[in-house]
């Protein structure tokens, strides 16, 4: 399965921190309020409205930076489980896409993915070049919203082009990609996408 539970997790460390952090506030906070009401009914009913209200605010706070994650979680691929892939070449759209149907070949190479190290891009900008793939499960209608996008390069500052292997997984309900970075996927599209894009020489007229 990609991305895997792990792979996730460690891409959503940082909301999910945030998460605990504010809940560990938020029960701070309800102890001391409760040890600080007053015996009347009014100081009694206070504290239990504040807390409420921020147990409130936790669990919007929550939803709200740990939805991606749950989409994440729920919008993974089977490789074996492919029957397809749609393959554009970035940076030449122009060019049509082409179709993968044999599911060995495609087997073969996403399941190197769940593999792959996670991959921060800190200022940093990737460069049109490589592929867009789409992918179609067993049984499926039509090629799924979620994207595994290839990029060769990226621009760094203050260096400029250098080369990466990033693999990059988009389409989680408008959440930010997920990067990971993998040798052998990329060494598998120049095996088997490459060079069903190179233009084929034509031959000369008698």
């Not at 997790?9 to 504010?22: D, E």
């Not at 598998?188 to 000369?204: D, G, Q, S, T």
């Amino acid at each position: 399965m990609f991305p895997t539970t792990s792979q996730i997790l460690n891409n959503y460390l940082l909301p999910m921190a945030i998460s605990v952090f504010a809940l560990l506030l938020v029960l701070v906070f309800a102890i001391w309020q409760f040890r600080s009401a007053r015996a009347d009914a009014e100081g009694t009913m206070r504290p239990k409205l504040f807390v409420a209200v921020a147990l409130l605010a936790w669990i919007a706070g929550t939803a709200f930076f740990n939805w991606p994650m749950v989409s994440a979680l729920r919008q993974r691929i089977h490789p074996e489980q492919i029957v397809e892939l749609r393959v554009r070449q970035l940076g030449n759209e122009s060019k049509a896409p082409v179709v993968i149907s044999d599911r060995a070949v495609i087997a073969s190479g996403l399941k190197m993915l769940p593999n792959a190290a996670g991959y921060s891009e800190t200022q940093e900008r990737f460069l049109p070049d490589g592929y867009e793939i789409e992918v179609k499960p067993e049984g499926a209608a039509d090629f799924l919203p979620m994207k595994l996008i290839a990029y060769r390069q990226s621009r760094r500052p203050p260096s400029g082009a250098v080369q990466v292997n990033v693999v990059s997984v988009s389409g989680h309900s408008g959440a930010s990609a997920i990067n990971f970075s993998s040798v052998n996927f990329h060494s598998w599209l120049n095996k088997y996408v490459e060079p069903l894009f190179v233009e084929k020489p034509v031959a000369a007229a008698p």
